[in-house]
Structures are given as structure tokens and as C-alpha cells.
């Protein structure tokens, strides 16, 4: 059971994370997670602060020669901003005699109930955690996942489905095709086309100050069966995949396979035939998403995500300030105008993590070569 937990603030010294549970005998580079981290920080619409993390990481512990020892993983990103902050977000500063709280919550952040959770007077103390910069370690930890996934054979991928109302047609289930539709498009999108009206809709949000969200989805490759229990609640893969995915910054909805959809059709339109080809049992179709009663099915683990448009915009929302009382508009501090494509990125890989410990579960073994062989 892979487990782990981030720390570190935006733009403070560093991310760090620890992981446990990755099993002994890992073959992973530096340059394979990096080169994950690296799609978290493109696509079209991000901000300033991705020109200036480079996301190099620094492996602590739990690997030698290239290969995972079974004991926890650590690994450190630095925060390269951190130099333009170290004033007010070196831990054991003294508060700079002309440093001011921020009071005015943004609607659609923590800041609000942060403060008030916690008892702060700045909210600074809020936002600094609840930023999405913590997704790059949840990248990372996915590396791990997905390159256990890699060693039996299973890949997996990701692609934006929909910016800002902009929606791509066509239902995309073989990952080689994904992603070698992707590899050509700056939004992580599949169809050219769309793409373009994609890229414009940015720019117009851009132009008047606003953000926009969008649907992202998650494809495997067919998969082993039987990954999760429909025994237990918490032993469910679609609940634990809702779950890992809910809790990425910004995403207000899960599905699985035809998702919100099968509300709309009647039973022969939803659930997917067996049928029989040369002595196999298959399916005619997979709406079920890969997953019935909570395993897998064998077929592709098809997972839908919506984001909704970043809160921070240019074009102020109306506030409070919170040390005054005054109605008053939302500061702006850089951010996306859209991060749907770097979102899709981050849900693969915490797709991955459920997957990878689903199939730990399932098989177990504390190394490499006994998953391989147990399975
Ligand atoms: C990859 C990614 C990048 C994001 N970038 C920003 C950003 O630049 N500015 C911002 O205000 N919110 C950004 N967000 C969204 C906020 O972090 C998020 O809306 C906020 O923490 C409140 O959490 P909630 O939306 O889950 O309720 C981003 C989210 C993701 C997944």
C-alpha cells in the first residue's frame, strides 16, 4: 500500500514529500519523474510562476543504484521564487515592520474558512498551503505509481475533453491514439480543431480579466480483473479513484466511464453485453468505464474530471474585508487564466496512485519481482 504525505508552502523553501509502500526493486530515473513534472507545467493559458520553477527534484532517501530499497522515499523540490519571498516566508523570520496581513478573501479559495478554521488574521497562512503548487509532489508520488503500472504492462494517459464550454466530440478510449493526437496540441486536447476554438476561448478570458475550467479524462489500458471489492465501501476502486481525484484543487466533479450521462438513457443504452469471440468473453462497449461493483472489469478504467474556472482573476469579485468590515473588491496575485491541461496531468497521476495500490492490494509482494511473478 503506497502512502504519502506532502508538506511545503507555494513560495516557501520547498515540497517536500514521503513516501511509503513502494515495493523493493523499482527501476526509476530522476529524469523519468521530471519529465512527468515538466507536463504539469505546460499548456496553454498558465501564469508567470511556471517560467520560473524549473521542478528539479532532489531524492533523499529510500533508493540506491537506481532502484527503490522498500524504505520511505523522500524527495525535495525547491522553490525557486522562494528568493523573491524569503522576507516574509523564511520560517524563523522576524514580521518586516511594514508588513501587512492580507484580509480580503477571494471567493472560490480557502481563505475565508481557512481564517476562520484556524484563527489566523493573515491569510497568507491559508493560501500559501492550499495552493495547488502541492500537486507537483502529487506528480511525483504518481511517477512511482505509474511506473509500477509501466512494469506489468499497463499504461495510462490523459487528455482535456472540454475548456471552458469548448467541448471535444469524440469519445477517445486507445491511449496510443491519445496520445499521439496530444503530443501535437498545446491545450492536451485531441482534435485540432477544437483545439483552435479551445485556444480562443483562453484568450478572450485572458482579455477580460476572467479564468476558465473545463473537463479532463483519464484513460488505461485494459486492465487486470478484479482490482477493488464490491465487499467493503472503502475497499470500492470507483470510490477510491472519486475520492484521490476530488481532492485535486479546483475539481468540483468525478465520473466514471458515461458518468452523469446514464441518468439521461434507459438500461440497454448504459450497461455494456457480454459477448463471445473466439472462446473470449468481451464487451460490445464500455460505459461501465472499466469498473462494475467496485473491481475492475478488464477492460480500460475510463475516469471524467471538472474543473472549475481558477478563483484568482483580474477582474475583481466583491469581498469583505475581514480587519475593517468594508465591502471592498479581491486583490489579484499572478495566476492561470486556465490550468485544465496541467489539471489532466495531475489527475493521471493520482489515477495512477489508486490503480498502482489497488493492484498491491490485490497481488501484493514486497518487491518488483515478486509482484511480477504473482501475477
Ligand atoms: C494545476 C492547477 C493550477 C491552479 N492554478 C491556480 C492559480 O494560478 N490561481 C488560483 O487562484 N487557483 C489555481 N488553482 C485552483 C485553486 O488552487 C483552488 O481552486 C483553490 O485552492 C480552492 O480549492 P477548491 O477549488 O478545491 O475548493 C489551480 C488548480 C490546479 C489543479
Given at each position: 500500500?503506497?502512502?504519502?504525505?506532502?508538506?511545503g508552502?507555494s513560495?516557501g523553501?520547498a515540497l517536500t514529500?514521503?513516501i511509503?509502500?513502494?515495493?523493493?526493486g523499482?527501476?526509476?530515473?530522476?529524469e523519468y519523474?521530471?519529465?512527468?513534472l515538466?507536463?504539469r507545467?505546460?499548456?496553454?493559458?498558465?501564469?508567470?510562476r511556471?517560467?520560473?520553477?524549473?521542478?528539479?527534484i532532489?531524492?533523499?532517501?529510500?533508493?540506491?543504484f537506481?532502484?527503490?530499497?522498500a524504505?520511505?522515499?523522500?524527495i525535495l523540490?525547491?522553490?525557486?521564487?522562494?528568493?523573491?519571498?524569503t522576507?516574509?516566508?523564511?520560517p524563523?523570520?522576524?514580521?518586516?515592520?511594514?508588513?501587512?496581513?492580507?484580509?480580503?478573501?477571494?471567493?472560490?479559495h480557502?481563505d475565508?474558512?481557512g481564517?476562520m478554521?484556524?484563527?489566523?488574521?493573515?491569510?497568507?497562512?491559508?493560501?500559501?498551503?492550499?495552493?495547488?503548487?502541492?500537486?507537483?509532489m502529487?506528480?511525483?508520488?504518481?511517477?512511482?505509481?505509474?511506473?509500477?503500472?509501466e512494469e506489468?504492462?499497463v499504461?495510462i494517459?490523459?487528455?482535456?475533453?472540454?475548456?471552458?464550454?469548448?467541448?471535444i466530440?469524440?469519445?477517445l478510449q486507445?491511449?496510443?491514439?491519445?496520445?499521439?493526437?496530444k503530443k501535437?496540441?498545446?491545450?492536451?486536447?485531441?482534435?485540432?480543431?477544437?483545439e483552435?476554438?479551445?485556444i480562443?476561448a483562453i484568450d478572450k478570458?485572458?482579455?477580460?480579466?476572467l479564468?476558465?475550467?473545463?473537463?479532463?479524462?483519464?484513460v488505461t489500458?485494459?486492465?487486470p480483473?478484479?482490482?477493488?471489492s464490491?465487499?467493503q465501501?472503502d475497499?470500492k476502486?470507483?470510490?477510491?479513484?472519486?475520492?484521490?481525484?476530488?481532492?485535486i484543487?479546483?475539481?468540483?466533479?468525478v465520473?466514471?466511464?458515461?458518468?452523469?450521462?446514464?441518468a439521461?438513457?434507459?438500461?440497454?443504452?448504459?450497461?455494456?453485453?457480454?459477448l463471445?469471440?473466439?472462446?473470449?468473453?468481451?464487451?460490445d462497449?464500455?460505459?461501465?468505464?472499466?469498473i462494475?461493483?467496485?473491481?475492475s472489469?478488464?477492460?480500460?478504467i475510463?475516469?471524467?474530471a471538472?474543473m472549475?474556472p481558477?478563483?484568482?482573476?483580474?477582474?475583481?469579485?466583491?469581498?469583505?474585508?475581514?480587519a475593517?468590515?468594508?465591502?471592498?473588491?479581491?486583490?489579484?496575485?499572478?495566476?492561470d487564466?486556465?490550468a485544465?491541461?496541467?489539471c489532466?496531468?495531475?489527475?493521471?497521476?493520482?489515477?495512477a496512485?489508486e490503480?498502482a495500490?489497488?493492484?498491491?492490494?490485490?497481488?501484493?509482494?514486497?518487491?518488483?519481482?515478486?509482484?511480477?511473478?504473482?501475477l
Open positions: 500500500m503506497i502512502r504519502y504525505l506532502t508538506a508552502e513560495h523553501k514529500v514521503i511509503e509502500g513502494v515495493p523493493a523499482l527501476e526509476i530515473s530522476t519523474i521530471e519529465t512527468e515538466k507536463r507545467k505546460q499548456g496553454y493559458g498558465r501564469g508567470g511556471q517560467q520560473i520553477e524549473t521542478d528539479e532532489e531524492i533523499l532517501s529510500g533508493i540506491r537506481g532502484k527503490t530499497i524504505s520511505p522515499i523522500t523540490i525547491r522553490n525557486k521564487d522562494f528568493e523573491n519571498w522576507k516574509i516566508m523564511e524563523m523570520a522576524e514580521v518586516p515592520d511594514d508588513y501587512e496581513n492580507m484580509t480580503i478573501p477571494r471567493p472560490g480557502a475565508y474558512a481564517v478554521k484556524y484563527g489566523f488574521e493573515d491569510i497568507r497562512n491559508v493560501l500559501e498551503r492550499s495552493s495547488a503548487r502541492e500537486t507537483a502529487r506528480v511525483v508520488v504518481g511517477s512511482f505509481a505509474k511506473k509500477i503500472l506489468i504492462g499504461g494517459t490523459s487528455y482535456v475533453t472540454n475548456i471552458g464550454g469548448v467541448k466530440v469524440e469519445d486507445d491511449i496510443l491514439e491519445i496520445n499521439k493526437r501535437k496540441s498545446q491545450v492536451m486536447t485531441v482534435d485540432s480543431t477544437i483552435k476554438k479551445m480562443n478570458a485572458k482579455a477580460d480579466g479564468a476558465l475550467g473545463g473537463e479532463v479524462r483519464v489500458s485494459v486492465m480483473i478484479g482490482l477493488g464490491y465487499v465501501w475497499r476502486l470507483d470510490a477510491n479513484i472519486a475520492k484521490a481525484v476530488m481532492s484543487q479546483a475539481i468540483k466533479g465520473a466514471i466511464g458515461m458518468g452523469f450521462e446514464v439521461n438513457k434507459t438500461g440497454d443504452k448504459v450497461h455494456d453485453p457480454f463471445l469471440e473466439d472462446n473470449y468473453i468481451v464487451r462497449s464500455n460505459n461501465a468505464g472499466g462494475e461493483g467496485g473491481m472489469n478488464g477492460e480500460p475510463i475516469v471524467t471538472a472549475k481558477i478563483p484568482t482573476m483580474k477582474k475583481p469579485l466583491a469581498s469583505v474585508n475581514l475593517t468590515d468594508e465591502i471592498t473588491n479581491t486583490f489579484y496575485e499572478r495566476a487564466v486556465c485544465v491541461p496541467a489532466s496531468v495531475v489527475c493521471e497521476h493520482v489515477v496512485i490503480l495500490n489497488a493492484l498491491l492490494e490485490k497481488f501484493g509482494g514486497d518487491s518488483m519481482e515478486e509482484l511480477i511473478g504473482l
